[in-house]
C-alpha cells in the first residue's frame, strides 16, 4: 500500500498501522526514554497523522498500546480504589553522614558478616510514587501510594505521559509484572506551567511536586496530557514467571531492557564511606539536575540480604533515605497577618520578601504563636533566616539582629478577630489566643466546613478550600448540614463551576453520607477531639446517644480523655445549635453501621485488653503491624506510639530497639507476639 494511498483496504490499512504503531513506539522511546531522537519532529508528526487518518477510517484498528490513545479520553467522575497486590512502602528517613555508618553496622550486625556492605544509591526524586501493572506486556492499571495499603486508579491519566511504556518491548517478559515508579514534573516543564498558569488568570503551583500530584489526580485525562510528566522507575515488587535476579542493579538492568525510564544518576557503591561521597556529589549537582531531589534513596543491592534483613511497620530494614540539610536563604519581613482557624485560633504569619529556598518562592512563613514571637525577638522589617523544614513547610529559623534596621515596628496582637471582629479571648497560661465568635466568624465556619469535608472525616471528593469559600460567602452554607441541601443549579452557579463538576460534588456527597461513628465524630470539629479520640469514645461508648448524655465524670473513663477533654466534649454536646446540626445531618441521611461495645459485649472482666494502653515495637512474625492494630482496637485498647508510665503492654518483636530500652527502664510489662495473640484470644 502506498503511503499516500487515501482509501486502501481493510488488510493493507492493517498491515501499514502495524508498522505504523510499532515505529512510532520505538521513536517515543528513543526520544523520551533514552533521549537520542532518530528523526526530526516533523517525521515523527507526519507518521502519527497518518496512523490517526488510518485508525479513523477503520476503527477496529485501535489498540489499547497504540501512540495514538495517549491523549487521553473522557473525564471521570472520580477515582476508584485500588488495593495493591503488595504495599507500597515508606522510607526511614536519616538526617546526618553518621547515620549512614550506623546504617551499615546494622545490617551487618542482622546479616552476621563484617564485610562492607554494597549498595544501590540513587537521588530521591521529589514526585509521586506510582504502581504500574502490565499483564502479556500491556499496561492495565496504575495506580497512586495512597495510604501504602489502597491507592486510587489513575490509569488514564498515567497512559498519558509519554515515558510510560505502554506496551512492553522485546517478546519474552512475564505473564504479570508490576512496577514502581516516580512521577515528576521536571524545571522547565514547571516553569512553562505556571507562565501558562498566570496567562489564564488561574493559581500558580508551589512547587514541582505539587504540580506534578495535581496533574495526576485530574478527573480529565485530557488535562494531564497537557502537563509535561516524566517518570523513572526504580523497583519490580512482582513478577510471576520471572526469577534469577540476585541484585537490586540486575533489577534495573531488566528494568530498562523492557523499556522502562530508570534513572542514569544511579550507582552501584561499597561502604557506607561511599555513600557518603555519593550523597556530597549529589548535593553539589542538585542545583544542576533537570529535576527537584530532597535527598538520596540508599539501598542494600543484595536482593538475598533484603529478604533477609524484612521489613519493620511499614518500612524495609534494607532501604533509608539520606534528606538533605534544610535550605536557607535571608529575606526581609514586610508585614504580619492574622490567620483564624478552625477552634478560632490566631496564628501569626510573617509576610516576606519573595525569596528563593531550595527552588521554591517562599512569601509566606509560620510565627506559630504569640509566645515563638517574643521567643525570637522578631519585630517588621528584620531581616530573618528562612529555611525548609525537611524541604517542604517555611519556618522563620532566626533574626538577624546585627542587621536589625532602625525602621523595625513591634508586632502587636490584635484585639479583635481580622475575620469577623470579635473580641479575642487571652486566657492567662495559655499559649493560644482565640476568637469566640464561633461559627458567627466566617473564617471559623469555612474552617469548620473544611474539616468536615477533608478525606479522614467525610471525605467529600472536589469539596476544596476555594469552593468552600465560595459557598460560605454566597450565603448557601451556614452550617455543615447545609451542604446537604445544595442543589444541582445552586452549584453550577458559581465561579468556575460547570454542570459536570456540580454533578459531581452532589454525588460525592451522596456517597459521602455512609460513614463511621468514629469519623463522624471526628468530622464535627469538638475541640481536643482527634482521630485517636473519636476512635476512643467510639469504641467505649458504641453509640452517639450514649457520648451525647455522657456526663464529665463519664467520659473522663475514657482512655486518654482528661478533664479538659471531658469538658469541650460536654460543652459540644450541651449547645443546641450543636445537636440541630447533628439532627439535621441524620435527618438528611447521613449514617453508619452499628457498633459493637467491647465492654458491653464481653463484659470487662472477661476482656484483659479492654481500656489498656499497648505500645508494639520490633518486627511481628505472624501479622502485620495494621492488623495487630485492629485486633488491639476491637479489644478496646488503644494502641500509642510512644512508651510512657502509663503504658500497660508493650508487645516486643524481632529487633526491638529504643522503645523496649526504655520500657525495660520503666519496669513495664513486656510480652512477646504469641503471648499477645494468647490475650487477643480470649
Known amino acids: 500500500m502506498s503511503e499516500s494511498d487515501p482509501n486502501p483496504s481493510a488488510q493493507a490499512a492493517e498491515e501499514a498501522a502495524a508498522v505504523l504503531r510499532t515505529a512510532l513506539s520505538e521513536h517515543n522511546y528513543r526520544y523520551y526514554v533514552l533521549d537520542d531522537p532518530s528523526i526530526a519532529d516533523s517525521e515523527y508528526d507526519r507518521l502519527f497523522h497518518r496512523l490517526q487518518q488510518l485508525e479513523a477510517q477503520y476503527p477496529q484498528l485501535i489498540t489499547p498500546d497504540s501512540p495514538t490513545q495517549r491523549v487521553g479520553g473522557e473525564a471521570l467522575p ?85 515515558s510510560v511504556p505502554l506496551h512492553l518491548r522485546g517478546e519474552h517478559f512475564p505473564e504479570v509484572l508490576e512496577v514502581r515508579g516516580e512521577v515528576i514534573l521536571p524545571l522547565k516543564g514547571f516553569t512553562e506551567l505556571n507562565c501558562d498558569q498566570m496567562q489564564k488568570g488561574e493559581k500558580v503551583f508551589a512547587n514541582p511536586r505539587n504540580a506534578a500530584a495535581g496533574s495526576l489526580r485530574q478527573l480529565d485525562p485530557r488535562i494531564t496530557a497537557r502537563r509535561p510528566l516524566d517518570i523513572y522507575c526504580y523497583g519490580l515488587v512482582w513478577s510471576e514467571g520471572q526469577s534469577g535476579f540476585t541484585t537490586h542493579q540486575e533489577v534495573l538492568c531488566y528494568l530498562s531492557t523492557l523499556g522502562f525510564k530508570v534513572n542514569p544518576e544511579i550507582e552501584q557503591v561499597v561502604g557506607a564511606a561511599a555513600v557518603v561521597d555519593y550523597c556530597r556529589q549529589m548535593a553539589d549537582r542538585r542545583s544542576q539536575l533537570s529535576y527537584e531531589i530532597d535527598g538520596v534513596v540508599v539501598k542494600v543491592d543484595s536482593l538475598l540480604w533484603q529478604e533477609q534483613l524484612g521489613y519493620v511497620t511499614r518500612a524495609p530494614r534494607w532501604a533509608v533515605a539520606y534528606k538533605f540539610p534544610a535550605e536557607e536563604a535571608v529575606t526581609q519581613l514586610l508585614g504580619v497577618d492574622f490567620q483564624v482557624g478552625r477552634t478560632g485560633a490566631i496564628t501569626p504569619v510573617a509576610r516576606l520578601k519573595p525569596v528563593i529556598v531550595g527552588g521554591v518562592t517562599v512569601s509566606n512563613a509560620t510565627l506559630h504563636n504569640f509566645d515563638e514571637v517574643k521567643r525570637l525577638d522578631i519585630k517588621i522589617n528584620d531581616y530573618v533566616v528562612i529555611c525548609r523544614a525537611g524541604d517542604v513547610i517555611p519556618k522563620v529559623q532566626r533574626v538577624l539582629l546585627e542587621k536589625r534596621p532602625a525602621t523595625v515596628l513591634p508586632i502587636v496582637p490584635p484585639v479583635r478577630c481580622p475575620a469577623c471582629h470579635a473580641e479575642i479571648n487571652y486566657v492567662e497560661g495559655e499559649i493560644i489566643t482565640r476568637c469566640d465568635a464561633g461559627l458567627a466568624c466566617k473564617a471559623q465556619l469555612k474552617e469548620s466546613i473544611s474539616h468536615f469535608v477533608s478525606r479522614r472525616a467525610f471525605d467529600v471528593e472536589g469539596l476544596g478550600a476555594k469552593l468552600v469559600s465560595q459557598l460560605v460567602d454566597e450565603g448557601l452554607v451556614t452550617n455543615v448540614a447545609d451542604l446537604y441541601t445544595l442543589t444541582l443549579e445552586q452549584l453550577s452557579g458559581l465561579e468556575r463551576m460547570g454542570p459536570k463538576s456540580a454533578q459531581n460534588i452532589i454525588q460525592a456527597l451522596e456517597k459521602s453520607k455512609h460513614t463511621t461513628l468514629t469519623r463522624f465524630l471526628y468530622a464535627l470539629g469538638i475541640r481536643e477531639v482527634g482521630e485517636a479520640t473519636a476512635l476512643a469514645l467510639t469504641q467505649h461508648f458504641a453509640s452517639l446517644k450514649a457520648i451525647e448524655c455522657a456526663d464529665e465524670e463519664a467520659l473522663m473513663s475514657v482512655t486518654d480523655v482528661g478533664p479538659v477533654v471531658a469538658f469541650h466534649i460536654r460543652h459540644f454536646f450541651a449547645q443546641e445549635e450543636n445537636q440541630q446540626v447533628i439532627q439535621s445531618l441524620l435527618a438528611h441521611g447521613v449514617m453508619w453501621p452499628a457498633v459493637t461495645n467491647p465492654k458491653s459485649s464481653m463484659g470487662e472482666s472477661a476482656n484483659t485488653l479492654f481500656g489498656k494502653t499497648v505500645v508494639l515495637t520490633g518486627a511481628l512474625q505472624d501479622l502485620t503491624r495494621d492488623e495487630v492494630k485492629s485486633l488491639l482496637q476491637a479489644k478496646g485498647a488503644k494502641v500509642a506510639a510512644s512508651v510512657s508510665s502509663k503504658t500497660d503492654y508493650v508487645v516486643a518483636g524481632e529487633a526491638a530497639g529504643s522503645k523496649l530500652t526504655k520500657a525495660q527502664a520503666l519496669g513495664l510489662l513486656i510480652i512477646s507476639e504469641q503471648e499477645l495473640m494468647t490475650l487477643l484470644s480470649q
Do not use: W
Not at 538526617?95 to 546494622?106: K, P, Q
Open 78 to 162: 472520580f477515582f476508584e480504589e485500588v488495593s495493591h497486590g503488595a504495599p507500597m512502602l515508606s522510607l526511614a528517613n536519616v538526617f546526618d553522614f553518621a547515620d549512614l555508618f550506623d546504617f551499615e553496622r546494622s545490617i551487618q550486625k542482622q546479616i552476621g558478616s563484617e564485610e562492607a556492605v554494597c549498595f544501590t544509591c540513587e537521588p530521591k526524586l521529589d514526585g509521586l510514587a506510582v504502581s504500574l501493572v502490565y499483564e502479556k506486556g500491556l499496561l492495565i492499571r496504575a495506580a497512586t501510594r495512597g495510604d501504602g495499603q489502597t491507592g486510587e486508579n489513575i490509569t488514564s491519566n498515567i497512559r498519558t505521559i509519554s
